[in-house]
């Protein structure tokens, strides 16, 4: 809960009004027994004026009371709503600079409870808990002192008493907090679940798979209700036992002071007044029992927050990124790269590759899957840093350029294209945010997405619905190949750009693409060998290794794997 004072640190002004604010209101209700006192003893001796002028301040105090209060309410709310925010804010901001290999460990789903889910309990804590623990440790503090300065003896019993209230609350809380953030992975582990399964609701269902995965959800929710049900169970036995030894001793109070009231130690209004306060005492301890557990509670959420915000990314900006020289011209090389991903580190994905491309120039990339060919992107764009060797572009080795200016010197079709859930405008927009409409369109037209854009009812503004539902595969292709044409950088990187598309706008964007070649570097990654036959060069990887270069002619005369696969696609 400590690593929370960082995001209350630029809202000094607001905790230091908060906190004065519940000072008085604190001391306000401290003094109102005092009245009550007076009332009862000042009945006994029939003195109007002083019962009138006590009713008068006691009035006023009430008054201050209930504004007091309203100001705390919204003061404490106020700032839990800005700090979760805050939180929030970071937190998202942490995740989506991570390079992929964070997101090898994490499920998109768990990174969302942890942002929702979390900061929620995280925003109860510090919009109520925290104010209602600091009011009840005063009330407490309080209570004690005027409890002593009304009955020292039944002060003293009452002291004598509270280690055994206590002492419940300490044997429990360290369970109760390994409950609390067991409950929450089991949220995460359920969010995690639901969010795979509905990002995958057409393979689920071609598969018959419904049942199965209906059951992998109950059996995750099942395992959050007795993980549930063990947390409310300790929960309310800590607090069963908190209120029955609290008010047992407040019991005990009561007797003892009745009987020292009948022998004239103490007035009436004195008993009453001592009352209120051993009520006020015990109230706020169990008060405080029952905050505790809230904040035992948001204490795991705020580890679980503090994980993600703690975990460096394995993909650093240097210290001192060099500058490239611009213009960029596109040279490219790959010095005896090895590369193996974190969860499977057995697996030498690429094994001491080496390769140049130079400015201008297209090589293609081909081979069998999980040959290492996408790999090469990621490792190019930054995603992974190789275990050994150098990746350089314009002779700078990538490390030590900054991701930033990296990335600004790249563009990326993926094999799998992603479409956001906003206009086809801006989903083409998206690659240079400052480009005009008539660059979108020009874009889209080199991209031969222009035409079916058209057709729909909206035209550019159609909604294109989450991950792009409304697409075709080819539609996507093109909407991803016209963001791609649109960044206009001095490398072009195409992943199976054209694999979901038809004979007819294969030829179209083929032909942009061929005139985008003579303009940019262009790395070429295709399974169909007829998109790459006109590469000045062409890589054939096998087992993370290039096994052939060369031309298309000359890797069919040689009769090597690549002359196997030509056979296979042309013949």
């Known amino acids: 809960m400590t690593k929370l004072f960082h995001f209350l640190e630029p809202y000094k002004f607001k905790c230091a009004l908060t906190i004065t604010t519940l000072v008085i209101n604190a001391t306000i209700t401290l003094i109102l027994p005092v009245f009550v006192r007076q009332f009862i003893d000042g009945s006994a001796t029939e003195d109007l004026a002083k019962i009138n002028q006590i009713g008068i ?7 201050l009371f209930g504004f007091g209060t309203s100001l705390r309410y919204a003061l404490v709310s106020r700032l839990g709503e800005q700090v979760v925010a805050d939180i929030r804010k970071e937190l998202f901001a942490h995740t989506i600079r991570m390079s992929q290999s964070f997101y090898e460990n994490l499920m998109t789903g ?15 804590v510090i919009s109520s808990s925290i104010s209602v623990a600091l009011r009840s440790t005063l009330l407490l503090c309080g209570g004690l002192v005027l409890m002593l300065i009304t009955s020292f003896k039944l002060t003293f019993l009452t002291i004598v008493l509270v280690p055994f209230v206590l002492l419940p609350v300490f044997l429990l809380t360290r369970k109760l907090r390994n409950l609390t953030k067991e409950n929450q992975d089991r949220i995460a582990e359920g969010a995690g679940n639901v969010s795979e399964a509905l990002n995958a609701t057409n393979a689920i269902q071609a598969n018959n798979h419904e049942e199965l995965s209906i059951k992998a959800f109950f059996e995750i929710t099942d395992r959050y209700i007795e993980s549930t049900n063990r947390r409310i169970f300790i929960r309310g036995l800590m607090t069963m036992v908190i209120i029955s030894l609290c008010f047992t001793s407040v019991g005990l109070v009561i007797y003892i002071g009745t009987r020292d009231m009948l022998n004239g130690v103490i007035t009436p209004g004195e008993l009453t007044q001592f009352v209120i306060y051993a009520v006020m005492v015990g109230g706020a301890v169990t008060v405080l029992s029952e905050v505790w557990g809230e904040l035992v509670r948001a204490a795991g959420a705020t580890e679980r927050l ?9 993909v650093e900006d240097p210290t001192d990124p060099v500058l490239l020289s611009q213009p960029v011209q596109g040279s490219i ?10 969860n499977r580190p057995e697996i030498s994905v690429l094994d001491n590759v080496s390769f140049t491309v130079k400015p201008k120039e297209t090589v293609a990339i081909v081979g069998p899957s999980g040959a290492g060919k996408t790999s090469t992107f990621q490792l190019l764009l930054r995603f992974f840093d190789p275990q050994q060797g150098k990746i350089l572009i314009e002779g700078i080795d990538i490390r030590d350029i900054s991701k930033k200016d990296l990335r600004n010197c790249l563009a990326l079709v993926p094999q799998d294209p992603v479409v956001f859930s906003d206009t086809a405008r801006e989903n083409i927009r998206f690659g ?8 979108v369109i020009q874009a889209a037209i080199s991209g031969a997405a222009h035409d079916f854009l058209n057709e729909f ?11 792009g ?15 791609a044409i649109l960044r206009s950088t001095p490398i072009l990187l195409l992943d199976e750009a054209t694999s979901s598309l038809d004979s007819v706008s294969e030829v179209a964007v083929q032909e942009a693409l061929n005139h985008m070649a003579a303009q940019t570097t262009t790395i070429v990654i295709a399974h169909r060998l007829a ?19 060369g031309t298309h002619e000359q890797l069919v005369a040689e009769g090597g794997l690549y002359a196997k696969l030509a056979a296979l696609q042309f013949d």
Request: avoid cysteine; glycine fraction near 6%.
């Open 57 to 63: 301040l006691a009035f006023l105090a009430t008054l």
């Open 531 to 549: 998109t790459v036959k006109k590469a000045d060069r062409i890589l054939v990887f096998d087992k993370g290794k290039i096994v052939a270069e």
């Open 432 to 439: 240079r945010p400052d480009a005009t409409d008539e660059e």
């Open 333 to 342: 090389e790959f010095r005896n790269v090895s590369f193996q991903y974190q």
């Open 306 to 314: 503090f994980e993600i915000l703690e975990i460096s990314d394995s």
């Open 110 to 124: 768990e990174i969302l409870s942890r942002l929702n889910t979390d900061t929620t309990l995280v925003l109860t």
């Open 457 to 467: 009812p909206g035209g550019y503004d159609t909604l294109l619905g989450e991950r």
């Open 469 to 483: 539902m409304l697409l075709s595969g080819g539609q996507k292709q093109r909407i991803a190949l016209s963001r």
